[in-house]
Antibody, heavy 119, light 107 residues
Framework: EVQLQQSGAELVKPGASVKLSCKTSGYTFSNYYMSWLKQMPGQNIEWIGNIFGGNGGTGYNQKFKGKATLTVDKSSSTAYMDLSSLTSEDSAVYFC????????????WGQGTLVTVSS | DVQMTQSLSYLAASPGESVSISCKASKSISNYLAWYQQKPGEAYKFLIYSGSTLQSGTPSRFSGSGSGTDFTLTIRSLEPEDCGLYYCQQYYEKPFTFGSGTKLEIK
């Protein structure tokens, strides 16, 4: 069974950074892409970017370049997303979601991680 | 970016009825359209891809149609567990974009 287990909720101060994780199981991590998505309360879901589990190759939504950095650790089948220079606009639920190829739909999703940016 | 519009934000229907949820793209996306369901406390569920192909495990009462710019998700013989939020998403080009969602309530 494919599972994507995301890290717990984060409360971070403005200007700080946070690293979210998405630990996977039930499939060969290096054969698939992992996307990250953002959903602010009452807002549309936004695609941040994706990363290939095999070689760490990335593609980003221009809007999130400089804000998000995607990495993977193949040894633990885990994907990570670093968010930097956080502001209130970064307060949202962040999801990881698996794709079969870089431009395929999101077949499996994590449960989401709530990030709250507040002093 | 391709804008995806779900004009209906809320829909209510009774068990056994049928409903249709529409989704419109700001440009032609061929059939690169997926549908998802979100229920509180649960992960998003992938329902349909290529506009009309049911993902494995999606009940046959769900169907999708459309191509180009106009798409529809139809749910026949509604069941109580069909309540939730439904989103369309285009994967024709990056950045991938989503509709704003349609909340389905089962009376």
């Amino acid at each position: 069974e494919v599972q994507l287990q995301q890290s717990g909720a984060e409360l971070v101060k403005p200007g700080a950074s946070v690293k979210l994780s998405c630990k996977t199981s039930g499939y060969t991590f290096s054969n698939y892409y992992m996307s990250w998505l953002k959903q602010m309360p009452g807002q549309n879901i936004e695609w941040i970017g994706n990363i290939f589990g095999g070689n760490g190759g990335t593609g980003y939504n221009q809007k999130f370049k400089g804000k998000a950095t995607l990495t993977v650790d193949k040894s633990s089948s885990t994907a990570y997303m670093d968010l930097s220079s956080l502001t209130s606009e970064d307060s949202a639920v962040y999801f990881c979601a698996r794709q079969g190829r870089s431009s395929y739909p999101f077949a499996y999703w994590g449960q989401g991680t709530l990030v709250t940016v507040s002093s | 970016d391709v804008q995806m519009t779900q004009s209906l934000s809320y829909l209510a229907a009774s068990p056994g009825e049928s409903v249709s949820i529409s989704c419109k793209a700001s440009k032609s996306i061929s059939n690169y359209l997926a549908w998802y369901q979100q229920k509180p406390g649960e992960a998003y569920k992938f329902l349909i891809y290529s506009g009309s192909t049911l993902q494995s495990g999606t009940p046959s009462r769900f169907s999708g149609s459309g191509s180009g710019t106009d798409f529809t998700l139809t749910i026949r013989s509604l069941e109580p567990e069909d309540c939730g939020l439904y989103y369309c998403q285009q994967y024709y080009e990056k950045p991938f974009t989503f509709g704003s969602g349609t909340k389905l309530e089962i009376k």
